[in-house]
């Protein structure tokens, strides 16, 4: 079963950044289109971002709008989430999913219609406390 790999997880206090990545050795990612979400403790999974294949397409939740950004450099198999201004409800498991079809993730990231997506990672923590 294929599989992403997420990093640059991290405990940081509120106002920090951090720069989490998503990528594989196993595929190529230029054919995909890439979404980030995250799950906090004792509550669903929600949609964070996404990025087309080309990344001239990109979406926010609203709860991170001016705050996170993402990119992708297709030549080094990576899609990055920059995440500026960190607050406390950003804590959370993180995890990057990859579906050919980028529909299902803009609307799982835009509308909330969480749906099965093709490729997992196994996701990296991010704590922002004081």
């Known amino acids: 079963q294929l599989q992403l790999v997420e990093s640059g997880g991290g405990s940081v206090q509120p106002g920090r950044s951090l720069r989490l990545s998503c990528t594989t050795s196993e595929f190529s990612l230029e054919y995909y289109g890439i979404g980030w979400f995250r799950q906090a403790p004792g509550k669903e999974r929600e949609g964070v971002s996404c990025i087309s294949r080309s990344g001239n397409i990109t979406s926010y939740a609203d709860s991170v709008k001016g705050r996170f950004t993402i990119s992708r450099d297709n030549a080094k198999n990576t899609v990055y989430l920059q995440m500026n201004s960190l607050k406390p409800e950003d804590t959370g498991v993180y995890y990057c999913?990859?579906?050919?079809?980028?529909?299902?993730?803009?609307?799982?990231?835009?509308?909330?219609?969480?749906?099965?997506?093709?490729?997992w990672g196994q996701g990296t923590l991010v704590t922002v406390s004081s």
């Open positions: 999913a990859a579906d050919i079809i980028f529909s299902r993730i803009r609307n799982a990231v835009v509308r909330a219609q969480m749906g099965p997506l093709e490729v």
